[in-house]
């Protein structure tokens, strides 16, 4: 069962340009986490923030949780070609049960 | 250190037959993952193993069977396959609890006729 939700499902834009992509879950969580993955290829983990943070950086990644609205947004700042892949959020519920992944957003960055 | 590998990268099934997904790990953890990714339907876990020893079933285990033989290594196997079981098959491993990071494997993808 899915608990993390995405959205857009796919989102096009132009190099240079901010992307954003949410994240809705359901159920109280331990921590929230970000994957990418590049079109044939396996899940590569970006960034895990954690239940009392609100918000947190990597790079050109910028991650924000809201506990009271049980979501989440991944912002990729001056996006690039190669930030073209699938995105996905995954929960950590407050139970001893492994992630559970969201179905993703497809992300497409033309040069 | 290669991570997480699996093999075969690539298989075709006739519908009935058998056969087994191999993953293994270098990085010393705990927790290991069997996946399977559809289109439009995400990542769905079918059989998660917490620590060496143990082996829980996930969201879809219907018509899978996994072993962990060793800390290295996390076998899936279908033992009569099904044209529903066409999908890309990802293993995954983390370094202890259920909610830390996953490493990912390259993938399997499986076609049964």
């Known amino acids: 069962s899915q608990q993390g939700e995405e959205d857009p499902q796919a989102l096009s834009i132009q190099e240079g340009e901010n992307a954003t992509m949410n994240c809705s879950y359901k159920t109280s969580i331990n921590n929230l986490q970000w994957y990418r993955q590049n079109s044939g290829r396996g899940l590569v983990h970006l960034i895990l923030i954690r239940s009392n943070e609100r918000e947190k950086h990597s790079g050109r990644l910028r991650v924000t949780l809201d506990t009271s609205k049980k979501s989440s947004s991944l912002l990729i700042t001056a996006s690039r070609a190669a930030d073209t892949a699938s995105y996905f959020c995954?929960?950590?519920?407050?139970?001893?049960?492994?992630?559970?992944f969201g179905k993703g957003t497809r992300l497409s960055v033309i040069a | 250190n290669a991570g997480v590998t699996q093999t075969p990268k690539f298989q075709v099934l006739k519908t009935g037959q058998s056969m087994t997904l191999q993953c293994a790990q270098d990085m010393n953890h705990n927790s290991m993952y069997w996946y399977r990714q559809d289109p439009g339907m995400g990542l769905r876990l079918i059989y998660y193993s917490a620590s060496e020893g143990t082996t829980d079933k996930g969201e879809v285990p219907n018509g899978y069977n996994v072993s962990r033989l060793n800390k290295r290594e996390f076998s899936l196997r279908l033992e009569s396959a099904a044209p529903s079981q066409t999908s890309v098959y990802f293993c995954?491993?983390?370094?202890?609890?259920?909610?830390?990071?996953?490493?990912f494997g390259p993938g399997t993808r499986l076609t049964v006729l």
């Open positions: 995954a929960t950590a519920n407050s139970g001893n049960t492994p992630l559970v």
């Open positions: 995954a491993s983390g370094r202890d609890t259920l909610k830390v990071e996953q490493f």
